[in-house]
């Protein structure tokens, strides 16, 4: 079935250090990716989408392209704030099912 | 988007008590979502709510210990029922939108089950 693979936290940075959150995925279809944040305290949030190879999803700074040859999803952005600390999913959609990945905890120290 | 509320948002309760959570949506939708968030894990999927119909289940969740209402299509709850401690989770609600099926969350209902 599909999945979703993200790299192991929790990632502890210093403020506007370059952040990268690797994802992978594994699915038959040609899934919707997806990037979702969790603020302490809070549900989740959709923080950028990519729906077909080689769109770029961007949002408050944050950047992931949807790169089918490596099935891959990677959150970066350039320079990280403290309230940026929060835990990050990458999710992928295939019209039948919406799977999480296990999440990427990210604390940014001033 | 959708703007999406849940009650409580949070509780602390007794072992072998029960604890109903709503979920209201601003507009109509087909299908709703419930989720359970473990401490510091992922989401994991319960069931799928559809109005008019009995909610669809998840592997490893059964309908008498997590049974749902649907009774519209802006509103279901999720009740947890006979609680033990390691009910003690983040419970999500949620719903799909657009093309993409993009899903937007509910902020939650945090329980402790002591």
């Known amino acids: 079935g599909d999945s979703v693979t993200q790299m192991e936290g929790p990632v502890t940075l210093s403020e506007e250090a370059f952040l990268t959150i690797n994802c992978t995925y594994t699915a038959t279809g040609y899934p919707s990716l997806f990037w979702y944040v969790q603020y302490p305290g809070e549900g989740l949030q959709l923080l950028l989408k990519a729906t077909k190879a080689d769109d770029k999803g961007s949002n408050k700074g944050f950047e992931a392209t949807y790169r089918k040859e490596t099935t891959s999803f990677h959150l970066e952005k350039g320079s990280v704030q403290v309230s940026d600390s929060a835990v990050y999913f990458c999710a992928l959609s295939d019209q039948e099912n919406f799977v999480f990945g296990p999440g990427t905890r990210l604390s940014v120290l001033p | 988007s959708a703007v999406i509320s849940q009650k409580p948002s949070r509780d602390i309760c007794q072992r072998g008590t029960s604890l109903t959570i709503q979920c209201q949506v601003d507009s109509q939708v087909t299908m709703m979502f419930w989720y359970r968030q473990q401490p510091g894990q992922s989401l994991t999927l319960i069931a799928t709510a559809n109005q008019g119909s009995e909610a669809t289940y998840e592997s490893g969740f059964v309908i008498d210990k997590f049974p749902i209402s649907r009774p519209n299509l802006t509103f279901s709850t999720l009740t947890v029922s006979n609680m033990s401690p390691e009910d003690s989770s983040i419970y999500l609600c949620?719903?799909?939108?657009?093309?993409?099926?993009?899903?937007?969350f509910g902020p939650g209902t945090r329980l402790t089950v002591l």
């Open positions: 949620s719903v799909v939108r657009g093309f993409y099926n993009e899903q937007f």
